[in-house]
């Protein structure tokens, strides 16, 4: 009789871990416990505490009340250099690499030899450079340590991040929301990473709000709403598919055996197995029967028609017409253009040549101002560099642009003003203390509903949204598609970019793909299927194209 195997060791538990930011309660009682080797997800709404819970691990915040051991010792660090030295690794949404340096020098920042407290910075020895080479191996990364690093990709940028926790020696590496920002091929590239990682006994700790990734990737996970430790188990494994609609093969490591997930018998706390749907009614403590509500809307006459469009670098060609009540999806690959497309139309990126009208007038000035004045708004993708000012309240974000409309004899309604903002927060679910709430102490995603609130606000009718959902919780995601079809219901028209298929089958009327800085034509979403849209993606030339 074969003897049952040993549970596996405790590499990490947080016990009632509380934080309080003046009066708001960013955790009031969490609870988290990580084996050794182990693929924990932790899920939860915006402004659930998983960041902060995090944070606290990793040294940039300080727990009021709770306790950690890790590694089997009490640990409470002060600043993230006393977790770097524990083992613990954090990757954030928006990576803290110094673009403007090496790979080289960003792998050794933190790691510098010195003499006397004393910097040799302008040295690097031998087994220090061999020690970066065999970081970047080890994640099948060929990049020259001289490149700048803000001329990597986003997912190579990514594993420059990995890469500095391997040479850290990290046992643990938190994932921020690690795939916002990756094409269907680098998700895969870095679940690659993450099960080799596993297999060397470190554990990941890993954020998303993709529950289609967490049935792929994780063993187990916990759940936290409102600051509260809500549940913890393992995830019930359905059949896993890709972007494309293929099925995926089995988990294998390096050795080209299968690597099963720990069983949830080896733990002894809640063995609960979760489905999406548990799983999202223990994140948003309800029923939510539909991800893609489909609000009734007609499809009216052409509002906004771009040809030829191009930009210096990119876009190449981009000819689209949007129609009054409807919802236009651009699907594409990371770098194919979709973004710069935007940028150049909106007026923030050089325009090489092209045509727009509105309403049918032709337009002559492609800027933000003119647009803004002729109700056309932009959603940015980089809400921290340039969709939000972070300095202020929610309420200047939100009603800055459009203060005429709170205005009379060139004095601002202040009572009408706020009013209007917390209705469209509460119609986005913005987690608040209300409009006065400064900004920079909101979740990302929060953070967003607030860059979505200000275009609500202006009332724009053309509405260009890129990413906008990236880091938002399923449940905001509902409100948020509920708050489209809305727009759409009311005659508005809205351009919307997404890297993540199923959100644009889900919600759009039609669907055109960029590939290399080229739209496509603009097909009926009943036209297509994520085998097609990756066909046009990729340039095959074998599907009609056919508008």
Known sequence: MTAAPAPPSTLLRMEHIAKRFGTTVALADVSLDVATGEVHALVGENGAGKSTLMKILAGAEIADAGTITFRGLPFAPRQPLDSLRMGIAMIYQEFNLAPHLSVQ????????RRIGGLLLASTVASDERDACHAALARLNLRVPLETRVGDLGVADQQMIE????ILSDARLIIMDEP???????????????????????????????FLEELEQIADRLTIIRDGKTITTGT?????????????????????????????????TIHPSIF?????????????????????????????????????????????????????????GLVGAGRTESFRTLFGLGPRAGGTATLNGVSIEHFSPRDWNRRGVGMLSEDRKAEGLAQSLSCLANITLPALRRASRFGFVNGAAQRTEASDIGKT??????????????????NQQKVALARLLYTRADVLLLDEPTRGIDVGAKVDLYRAIGQLAAEGKAVVM???????????????????????????????????????????????????
Not at 162 to 165: L, N, P, S
Not at 195 to 206: A, E, K
Not at 290 to 316: C, F, K, N, S
Not at 431 to 437: L, Q, S, V, Y
Request: hydrophobic share 35%; proline share 6%; net charge positive.
């Open 179 to 209: 795939t916002s920002a990756l094409a269907t091929d680098e998700v895969q590239r870095l679940f690659t990473i993450i099960r080799q990682l596993r297999q060397h006994g470190i554990s990941v700790v890993y954020i998303s709000h």
């Open 428 to 445: 986005l679910a913005i987690k608040w203390a209300g409009p006065d709430h400064k900004i920079s102490t909101l979740s990302g995603g």
């Open 105 to 112: 020098a960003n792998l050794l920042l933190g790691r510098e």
């Open 275 to 331: 489905t999406r749907q548990t799983i999202i009614k223990s994140m948003v403590g309800r029923e939510v029967n539909e991800m893609y509500p489909r609000t009734p809307h007609t499809i009216g006459q052409p509002l906004l028609d771009v040809r030829d469009l191009a930009g210096r670098d990119a876009p190449r060609r981009v000819s689209l017409t949007l129609h009054r009540g409807e919802i236009l999806g651009i699907a």
């Open 162 to 165: 990995i890469a500095r926790a």
């Open 497 to 547: 970019i997404s890297s993540y298929l199923p959100e644009l089958f889900g919600t759009c009327d039609r669907i055109a793909v960029m590939c290399r800085g080229v739209l496509s034509p603009a097909y009926d979403v009943n036209e297509l299927t994520p085998e097609k849209v990756m066909h046009l993606a990729v340039g095959d030339a074998s599907l009609t194209t056919s508008n």
């Open 235 to 267: 995830i019930a494994r359905e059949e896993k598919k890709n972007g494309t609609g293929t099925v995926l093969p089995p988990e294998k490591t390096g050795t080209g055996t299968v690597s099963s997930p720990i069983h949830p018998s080896s733990f």
